[in-house]
Every structure is written in C-alpha cells, then in structure tokens.
C-alpha cells in the first residue's frame, strides 16, 4: 500500500500537535501554580484564608483582575465591579450611596476592598454572607437593587466569545472540562480580591520598620489616644486591619460583632431608616436595628465620605460624632438624638476632645494610608493598557 501525503496535510498536523502541547504545556503550569501562590505579605500580617476549592494561582487572579474590570459584565456595558470600587479611592467610589448601572441608588455606601480577604463578613449588614465567592453574584445578578444588572447568559456568552478569554480560562482553570461557568467568574475575581492588600503605611514603617520618624509627633500622639481606655476606639478598630470583623488563616470568627453608634434615634416604627435597618434586615431581631459592620481603617483618609450612608462627610465629622456619644439630628425628617437610641452600643460612651486631640486622631488616621495600593499597577485596569 502507497502513502501519500501533501505539504499542507503535514504543515497542518504539526500545528495541531503544537497547539495541543502548548495548551498542554499551559494547563500544566495552571495546575502547578494551584494552591503555591506567593503572598509577599507586609509585615505582621498573617495568611488569608483561602477556600479549599479555590486557591490561590497567579493565571487566576490576573484573570480575575480581567474581569473585575469588565464593562461588558454589566447589563448595559456601562459599569464593572471596578466602577464602584476605584483603585485611586482605596477601591470605594467616593459616593454616599452606591448607584448601579441603570442609574438606581443605594441605600449603602460601597464598601473598601482594601483587605478584604481577611474580611470576616462582607457587606454592612449581612451575617451569613462570608465568601467572596458567593458575594460577587450580587453585584451581577441583583434585581433590587440593581447593581450591574447582568443576567447569566449573557455574561457566559460574553466571556466565552472573547478570545482573550478562551485562553484566559482554560490556564486559571485547568481541570474543568468547561471553565466558562459563573462558578469559575466568581472565583477568578474572589482571587483577584484577596491580593488588593495594604500594609506599607507610614504607620506600619514606624511600628513594623524601625522608622522612628515614619510619622509625625501629632500621629504619635493621636495614637496614644486611639489606644486608650478613655476614647477605645481600638475596641471596635482592633488588630493589624483596625477591624474586629477580622479573619484570617488559623483564626476565624464564629460569631461576628455588629455595632449600633447611635448614628439615628428616630421617632418611628424604626429607630433607624427603614431601608437601613442594618444586621435586622436578616435576623428580624428588634435588638439589632442600625448595627453594621465595622470596616477597616487603612486607607480610611482615602474613603470619604463616612459611614453605611455616607452621612459623615470628613474624619472631623466621625470623630464629633463618637466624641458625643452619637449623632444629634436636629432638623428634617430624621430628627432625633442618636446618643439616646435604646440599641446604642455601650462603646459608643462620648468623650472630651480638644481641638489638639482632634487634630492628633485625624494625623494618626491619615497615617494608615498605604499610598503603594493606589497606584500598584498589579491592582489598576488592565482594558486601559
């Protein structure tokens, strides 16, 4: 029997085996990346926690920073996860309220992604939602409010139709037959996520680096006062991420603080707004209206405005508030005495604060930005380039 064979059929059949070996070569390394991932993490910080189904690899969290700023993800093309969380802003929008892609606003604020992976819950208000991974479907997937307002059809038909994509996927994601599912979208940017991590403040190089001089002599001082039992704001503001929502590799939270600051006193059925009701919109317990989450300050000077609601407009105005034991409404249709709301936590006790140590707390504030999180080119928008 004669064989006979032509150029283009032999030229063929080496490109074929040549693809099949890179795609080969490149699942390979996505699978030997799988769970080795190097933090490079600033000092006195310990290990995020990590889900067993979702480690951590370097192909995955650049393809979660791919998504994150994807326009496309959005129903009408017009907003990513990146629009309410910029990376110049310490990942917030500088709004009081978040609004969505169809212009709907929010009853919240948007919430920092500065440290999130050692977040013990996310959101402000919701004690059951603790994974990343779970809560990147809200954003996509909410009817009310909307936020991006994607469907998953879409979505899947997008990221599958993109060929930077095609190839994307099946790195981070090698042993799924299929990767384009929204399964693999929401762990991709969860990895993403878990890498945007401040810890090179000036205060971290006075503490942590040996730099007597990293901050001022009014830092040094508002730290005193920070720490001390007469203001405690270190009670609620604990630990390496000024956090006790915190967890982290080796330490997690079976039950998680929420605090009432008196931020309301209302005269109503609720002593709080009622489309911010905070931890009781998902417990029906009177005992926890207006209790929210206690984020983290690092890059607080960079978060503006304050609060679930973004009622606080600078630091000054936060630390008035805490300085006398809750917000005095006094005009418009939330008048009342926060001080004296029924669910106020025992914390939030008021203090005296001259001018010097008002002065003080706000220099020591501004010393926990970490200004490298705000232009890390591993962090900014990779559709830009």
């Not at 990767?179 to 979208?185: G, H, N, Q, S």
């Not at 080796?250 to 009432?260: A, E, I, R």
Request: aromatic fraction near 10%; include cysteine.
């Amino acid at each position: 029997m004669r064989y006979r064979f032509s150029f283009a059929a032999i030229f063929l059949s080496v490109l074929a085996i040549g693809a099949g070996l890179l795609v080969a070569t490149a699942q390979q390394a996505g699978r030997a990346a799988e769970g080795e991932y190097q933090w490079n993490l600033p000092r006195g910080f310990p290990k995020p926690l990590v889900p067993a189904d979702n480690l951590m690899s370097g192909v995955k969290v650049e393809l979660g920073r791919y998504l994150f700023y994807d326009k496309r993800l959005s129903g009408n093309s017009t907003e990513s996860c990146g629009t309410c969380h910029e990376q110049d802003l310490a990942f917030t929008d500088g709004k009081a309220r978040a609004m969505g892609s169809t212009g709907e606003l929010h009853p919240r604020g948007s919430m920092s992604l500065v440290n999130v992976a050692y977040a013990a819950v996310l959101t402000w208000s919701d004690p059951n939602e603790r994974s990343l991974e779970h809560q990147a479907l809200g954003p996509m997937f909410n009817k009310q409010p909307v936020e991006l307002g994607t469907n998953e059809d879409d979505l899947i038909s997008t990221i599958r139709s993109d060929p930077k994509y095609s190839k994307m996927f099946a790195v981070a994601f090698p042993q799924d037959s299929d990767p384009f599912t929204i399964d693999d979208v929401t762990k991709a940017i969860a990895a993403f996520e878990r890498t945007i991590i401040a810890g090179n403040s000036p205060y971290d190089r006075y503490h942590y680096g040996g730099v007597p001089d990293a901050i001022s002599e009014s830092a040094k001082r508002g730290e005193v006062l920070f720490f001390s039992q007469s203001l405690s704001c270190f009670r609620c503001h604990s630990g390496f991420n000024f956090s006790d929502a915190t967890t982290f590799e080796g330490h997690t939270l079976d039950k998680v603080p929420f605090h009432n600051t008196g931020l309301y006193n209302l005269s109503r059925e609720f002593s709080y707004p009622s489309d911010n009701l905070g931890t009781y919109e998902h417990t029906s317990i009177p005992l926890d209206v207006g209790k929210f989450k206690v984020p983290t300050l690092r890059n607080i000077a960079i978060t503006a405005p304050y609060m679930h609601d973004g009622s606080a407009k600078t630091l000054g105005e936060v630390l008035d508030h805490y300085a006398a034991g809750g917000r005095a409404i006094t005009r418009g249709a939330d008048i009342g005495d926060g001080s004296r709301n029924p669910n106020k936590d025992p914390l939030v006790h008021g203090f005296a604060l001259t001018r010097e140590n008002r002065a003080d707390l706000i220099a020591f504030l501004n010393s926990l930005t970490d200004p490298g999180i705000l232009h890390n080119s591993q962090f900014d928008d990779p559709w830009r380039r």
